[in-house]
């Protein structure tokens, strides 16, 4: 059983950054696939980014491509989501999510091949 928490979330004005963090514990999530997905009140859950094992892979989401960056270091057991050009529509709860199954990057999208979810961070962003 993977342990995920979420932290870093807070207020920044659009146009800003913030950098998100999710800490895993009970076990190592080196051989994991990583991945953020956010949600808005109203909206569904929606697929942020994700990255391989390795952090040789990663795949975002079209709205936030070329503005965020996912990260890890497996040393720390520990993904990162690091956003910049931040914009009013970004605002959301970021949920962390962990999977041990995912076979190819082109399914790290899909949150049900998610087995562990963290309790989320809220990030809003003023215009």
């Known amino acids: 059983q993977v342990q995920l928490v979420e932290s870093g979330g807070g207020l920044v004005q659009a146009g800003g950054s913030l950098r998100v963090s999710c800490a895993a514990s009970r076990r190592t999530i080196s051989t994991y696939v990583m991945a953020w997905f956010r949600q808005a009140p109203g909206k569904e859950r929606e697929f942020v980014a994700a990255?391989?094992?390795?952090?040789?892979?990663?795949y975002y989401g079209d709205s936030v491509k070329g503005r965020f960056t996912i990260s890890r270091d497996n040393a720390k057991n520990t993904v990162y989501l690091q956003m910049n050009s931040l914009k009013p529509e970004d605002t959301a709860v970021y949920y962390c999510?962990?999977?041990?199954?995912?076979?190819?990057?082109?399914?790290?999208?899909?949150?049900?091949?998610?087995?562990?979810w963290g309790q989320g961070t809220q990030v809003t962003v003023s215009s």
């Open positions: 990255i391989s094992w390795s952090g040789g892979s990663t």
């Open positions: 999510a962990a999977s041990p199954n995912i076979a190819t990057m082109t399914a790290a999208h899909v949150s049900y091949e998610y087995d562990y």
